[in-house]
């Protein structure tokens, strides 16, 4: 509700949702970048440290909730029915899981 009040107030409209994608598969690669650099084997430089973890998710959960609703995607109940599916599946999956 709050991304759709500041697409009609600020944004004036939605982005076709191809174009939409696009940005949700620049943002990832953006996530990716920070992980990569700050969690992973690369050495970050000075400008991949002032970009965050915190900030790129957040980008990503924006452009997702941005075509959830353009879609017409209730993604509270979506979230909803995706966290019981994998309850379901998955509640005796990682009983001998050893994380190392
Ligand atoms: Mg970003």
Redesign the pocket.
């Given at each position: 509700m709050q991304v759709d009040r500041w697409i009609q107030e600020i944004g004036k409209a939605y982005f076709p949702p191809l174009a939409n994608m696009a940005i949700l598969t620049?943002?990832v690669g953006?996530?990716a970048r920070v992980i990569v650099r700050c969690y992973g084997p690369q050495i970050a430089k000075k400008s991949d440290l002032e970009?965050n973890l915190e900030?790129?998710l957040a980008?990503?959960l924006w452009v997702v909730v941005c075509l959830a609703n353009q879609t017409g995607v209730d993604l509270t109940e979506a979230f909803r029915k995706t966290l019981q599916k994998k309850t379901e599946r998955d509640k005796n999956r990682f009983n001998n899981l050893t994380i190392q």
């Open positions: 620049e943002e953006e996530l970009r900030e790129e980008d990503v």
